[in-house]
């Protein structure tokens, strides 16, 4: 059974920063690329950043770039995205995705909430 546990979400002051995780588990998570997306109500869903199944080639968004770090261990079948200088527009929830590099097969987390306020 395909399972996607994301955490660190929460609130955070402007300037701040939050470290995301989303472990999974009931695939082969080396043979992955890893995402991550989010989403505010009423707008599309935004590509934040990506990374290979072995880690290489990250890309990010351009308001991400020079901010946000993505990175996996394939150890632990998990991914992380390091959020520095946060914005109140970062505001969205952040969703975990996976993509099959040989098969094309799709998974998807729940979702975790990230607000930057004051």
């Known amino acids: 059974q395909v399972r996607f546990v994301e955490s660190g979400g929460g609130l955070v002051q402007p300037g701040g920063s939050l470290r995301l995780s989303c472990t999974t588990s009931?695939?082969?998570?080396?043979?992955?690329?890893m995402r991550w997306y989010r989403q505010v109500p009423g707008k599309e869903r935004e590509l934040v950043a990506g990374?290979?199944?072995?880690?290489?080639?990250?890309n990010y968004g351009d308001s991400m770039k020079g901010r946000f770090t993505i990175s996996r261990d394939n150890d632990k079948n998990t991914v992380y995205l390091q959020m520095n200088s946060l914005r109140p527009e970062d505001t969205a929830v952040y969703y975990c995705?996976?993509?099959?590099?040989?098969?094309?097969?799709?998974?998807w987390g729940q979702g975790t909430q990230v607000t930057v306020s004051s």
């Open positions: 995705y996976a993509r099959g590099v040989y098969t094309g097969l799709e998974y």
């Open positions: 990374i290979s199944s072995v880690g290489s080639t990250p």
């Open positions: 009931g695939f082969t998570f080396s043979r992955y690329t």
